[in-house]
């Protein structure tokens, strides 16, 4: 009688375990979406940078010194 019960109970709990897997998934499926989303912005603030460094004079000009 005890495995039956043990067994009604697993049996209902299953579509709530499974509702949570749904969020975790898609939880996870967020979780990555906003890490590529952020990694893109990283990436194309380091290329603006780069940019910006190339066409902008550095402070280590020679063409100002007068030795």
Not at 20 to 28: H, Q
């Amino acid at each position: 009688m005890r495995r039956i019960l043990t067994l009604i109970a697993l049996l209902a709990l299953a579509p709530a375990l499974s509702g949570c897997l749904v969020i975790g998934a898609t939880a996870l499926a967020a979780d990555v979406a906003i890490g590529t989303a952020g990694a893109a912005v990283r990436t194309a603030g380091a290329v603006g940078g780069a940019a910006i460094d190339v066409v902008t004079p550095g402070d280590d000009d020679d063409d100002d010194s007068e030795d």
